[in-house]
């Protein structure tokens, strides 16, 4: 019973923590059917196990729980804020009874009551509806000791070991076929197997970062503030310990930032940016490092007042003010130290930053600071990477072999190469390869390790850091190996030079080299931009540019459509289309589409079709092939007249045509519902502009346009030029159009390229003769 | 209360190492050097499937670097990393009384910060070193 109760909590903490994402995200959308059924499958699962482990209360705050969340699904109720808050108060209490349960210590249990009661919706019966089995999680999962994985590792690279010693002393010998056959299957297997195990001992940051959405929603709640989470990177690896040992440091920081860092809302107003605090965490793999970035927009470290406040604390002043920038920034990590006046609760609670710094050197990581006043302030927290396998190649220089980071060599080229010129600048050497210029690092040199006697040329690695590129010298470039690397002891890591070491194949203890740190020693600077990097990042997230599916066309052409619009390309029957009503339509799941062809389809073939969807209706679209997604350029020349095509652009030298999705819907999906479209009458259109530019922005936004009417049409509004008047004996409102930019004075006529003035003035003139 | 006790050769002196130092005694193989580490760091050795780094005992103890090709080494773990420590001999494995190190005794550099107490075999009074205080990187958290 005792096991099957460490296993339970177990189970629901991993699910808690796997979970507490999705509530997030069900909060934000409470119609989001995926989030509501996680969280029902949730508390119906720790309803289950409750009553299966005689857990009574547990029970019957999931039972309650469930009870409401299965009204939420079958739509007796809609799940609004009230809703989403009494249930995440219960799915707290069951992690908090957990921990209790796991600790042996008892949690009153008057508020179960309330919690319960807070999910009643007023005099709103509770209705047990019976489920038809709910399907568990996918994943499978055993927890593990550690101690167990690291036997069963180093079990398997002795296995290794042992097979190339067989394999060596075979060799030897007269091989019998046979023997060689079964040992080349040995080996086969023995590298599989390698490969599993180690990998067990990965997990994804994942793991770390799930919890974070939560967090940080609960953390900025607490303060009144409002921080949006960008999560980047969660697919990166790492040991499971160090997983372990990073989350409290990373949970630290998060709140430092969200507390100290993210200005108050008004405060964010009064300067300028945007309400919502934003916070971006992100993970990636670096040569032979993990790097941990939390970047804020809030306000950065305030040197001035963490001097002022070390002076309080008794340090000399004339020393911190002799320090230079970086030293001071440094100084966030001494000890005793709250940045912030006030102690709050969420992060004043005595743990500075100097615990942080302190946990991550432990683990042989380092924290970086790029701290821009009154930006924002990003931390970087490298953490090496102390089990890893990474692909790795084998150099040598002299007698000795040297493992180098794959991830971080760009390419490798001879120095005898046409396109290599090696010169000395000022006693330093530089490499030119083709246009680029490239400090280098003589390995042999950098290490005092006597280079060979070589007739041929060197081999240059072209190595890049985050920092920067350089060339590094090395005699010869042996081999490309998976390597399993491994912390080297601090006798070798004080160095500086190398970020692990390896047992290869051979037996012989191997060194990975650190190339940030062969830059370092090398005194290599790469001198950086932090704003720059800041802005960068600004500018990335203002324009994201539109992507657009390439695809070729059956007319043989290459159009591209905006990737928004496109649900899904699927490979559908030609005999699904049929020409009904009018126009082509094709059966999808059993629905019928309207379908748009250019060009002639084969009814024998299987079609491609592409389905666009605006959010109401559906088209489908049919293409010879998808070919890319790209990037639309911002420059687009619109077509002639209005069709499929609304313009042409530029795609790497090529003339792509963009399909008009306005025109697209407008024309094929219309017959779905369609609303009366107010009509705008195009009067004196005589050189054909206002056909040609303006009429497919009116019909993106819903407007018929038309530039005579028929009889008995009514107008709603009259588009005339600059010069013309009101058409005659139509009672419309009229915009008028006007070439230049500027307006003189008490005209109040648009520009004629100012798209949202044009529709807010057609709007506004519709509305104010009564919304016909 | 008497302790077990390995009574080894370094730098032709006879010293006393705690038994719950040591993790085994091997002879190593090949090693790999390591450039630009500290001198007494010989380099890497694999045993079975571990690295381990190899340290010359004896320039460790702030004495001329022993120079001989000696390959007999006390295991020892530190920190999650394991040292192999270069000894010349071993000499006898036996239990001991730990006696404190009486004022007066002027231990020379290395020996001073290693040794922590001596033990009495046969009426000559040998030193009892402490191998972590011996591995680079850790000596000055272990005075």
């Excluded at chain 1, 989350?247 to 008004?266: C, F, Q, T, W, Y």
């Excluded at chain 2, 190190?101 to 040998?126: H, K, M, Q, Y």
């Amino acid at each position: 019973m005792d096991d099957l109760l460490q296993e339970f909590i177990a189970e629901t903490r991993e699910t808690l923590e796997a979970l507490s994402g999705e509530i997030v995200a069900w909060e934000s959308s409470p119609e989001d059917r995926a989030r509501l059924d996680a969280i029902f499958r949730f508390v119906h699962t720790v309803k289950g196990s409750c009553g299966f482990l005689d857990l009574p209360r547990l029970g019957r705050l999931s039972h309650a729980a469930e009870d409401v969340l299965a009204q939420a699904r079958t739509g007796d109720r809609t799940p609004d804020r009230a809703l989403v808050n009494a249930v995440l108060a219960i799915v707290d209490r069951i992690g908090e009874l957990v921990e209790a349960i796991d600790s042996g210590a008892s949690l009153p249990d008057s508020g179960d009551e309330l919690l319960i009661a807070a999910l009643e919706e007023g005099a709103e019966e509770v209705v047990s509806v019976n489920l038809p089995g709910i399907q568990r999680a996918a994943s499978r999962s055993v927890r593990l000791n550690v101690e167990l994985l690291d036997r069963m590792m180093s079990g398997m690279s002795d296995m290794v070991l042992a097979r190339n010693e067989l394999a060596r002393r075979l060799r030897h010998g007269e091989i019998d076929p046979t023997v060689e056959a079964a040992l080349e299957r040995l080996s086969l297997t023995v590298g599989e197997m390698r490969d599993t195990v180690t990998r067990t001992r990965m997990q994804k940051i994942d793991a770390l970062f799930s919890a974070l959405p939560r967090m940080v929603r609960d953390t900025a709640a607490g303060l009144g503030k409002s921080v949006s989470l960008h999560i980047e990177g969660a697919d990166v690896e790492l040991d499971r310990e160090m997983i372990e040992v990073m989350r409290d440091p990373l949970v630290h920081i998060i709140r430092n930032s969200i507390d100290h860092g993210i200005e108050a809302p008004g405060d964010r107003r009064r300067d300028g940016k945007r309400e919502n605090g934003r916070l971006i965490v992100s993970a990636r793999q670096s040569g032979n490092q993990i790097i941990i970035e939390i970047a804020d927009d809030g306000r950065g470290i305030d040197i001035e007042r963490l001097i002022r406040k070390l002076v309080a604390n008794g340090r000399n002043e004339r020393d911190l003010r002799a320090m230079s920038d970086r030293q001071k920034l440094e100084l966030v990590f001494e000890p005793g130290l709250s940045s912030k006046d006030e102690v709050t609760d969420v992060s004043g609670r005595g743990v500075g930053m100097d615990v942080v710094k302190s946990s991550i050197e432990q683990i042989g990581g380092r924290v970086e600071l790029d701290n821009a006043p009154g930006k924002g302030l990003r931390i970087a927290i490298h953490v090496p990477l102390t089990l890893s396998i990474i692909s790795a190649i084998v150099v040598g220089v002299g007698k000795q072999r040297f493992a180098v980071s794959r991830q971080a060599i760009e390419e490798i080229v001879t120095e005898r190469s046409e396109a290599i010129r090696i010169d000395t600048i000022g006693g330093a050497q530089v490499v030119t390869v083709r246009d680029r210029r490239l400090p280098m690092i003589d390995l042999g040199e950098l290490l005092g390790v006597p280079r060979a006697e070589m007739e041929t040329g060197q081999m240059l690695a072209i190595v890049s850091v985050s920092d920067g590129s350089y060339a590094l010298s090395v005699d010869t470039v042996l081999d490309n190996e998976e390597l399993v690397i491994k912390p080297a002891s601090p006798a070798v890591m004080s160095t500086g030079l190398y970020a692990g070491q390896t047992l290869p194949d051979s037996g012989l203890p191997m060194l990975l080299l650190d190339c940030a740190g062969m830059a370092h020693a090398a005194h290599l600077d790469f001198t950086r931009n932090v704003s720059h990097a800041y802005d960068e990042v600004e500018a990335e997230a203002a324009t994201p540019g539109t992507p657009a599916l390439l695809f070729c066309d059956l007319d043989g052409v290459r159009r591209a459509v905006p990737l928004g619009i496109v649900d899904r390309v699927e490979q559908v029957d030609a005999g699904s289309v049929r020409h009904s009503g009018g126009q082509l339509r094709i059966t999808i799941e059993n629905r019928i589409l309207p379908l748009v062809v250019q060009g002639e389809y084969n009814l024998a073939k299987r079609l491609n079709v592409l389905r666009l969807k605006d959010g109401e209706s559906e088209v489908a679209y049919v293409i010879d092939e998808a070919m890319d997604i790209v990037m639309l350029p911002d420059e687009i020349v619109p077509a002639k007249a209005a069709g499929p095509v609304a313009g042409v652009v530029l795609l790497d030298g090529d003339q792509v045509e963009l399909l008009d999705a306005y025109w697209v819907f407008g024309e094929y999906a219309g017959d779905e519902g369609e609303e009366v479209q107010p009509v705008c009458l195009l009067a004196d259109d005589h050189d054909g502009w206002m056909t040609a530019f303006v009429q497919p922005l009116l019909e993106g936004a819903g407007y018929r346009v038309v530039t005579e009417l028929a009889s008995g049409e009514t107008a709603s509004v009259v588009l005339s030029a600059e010069s013309g008047g009101a058409a005659p004996g139509v009672a419309a409102p009229l915009v008028r159009l006007r070439r230049r930019k500027a307006a003189k004075a008490g005209d109040d006529s648009i520009y004629r390229y100012d798209r949202e003035g044009l529709l807010s003035a057609l709007e506004d003139r519709i509305a104010a003769n009564g919304g016909r | 209360m008497a302790h077990l006790y390995l009574i080894a050769q370094i730098a032709g002196r006879a010293v006393a190492i705690d038994s719950d130092q040591v993790e085994s005694v091997v002879d190593i193989g090949e090693v790999t050097a390591i450039p630009r580490a500290a001198e007494h760091v010989r380099g890497l050795a694999a045993l079975r499937s571990r690295v381990v780094t190899v340290v010359d005992t004896q320039s460790a103890l702030g004495l001329e670097a022993s120079g001989n090709e000696a390959c007999r080494a006390v295991i020892t773990h530190v920190d999650g990393h394991h040292y192999a420590l270069l000894v010349d001999a071993l000499e006898d494995v036996a239990p001991f009384d730990l006696l404190p190190l009486a004022g007066g005794f002027a231990l020379d550099s290395a020996w001073r910060s290693a040794g922590r107490g001596i033990v009495e075999r046969d009426g000559e009074p040998i030193l009892v070193i402490d191998l972590s205080s011996l591995v680079p990187g850790h000596a000055v958290a272990a005075e």
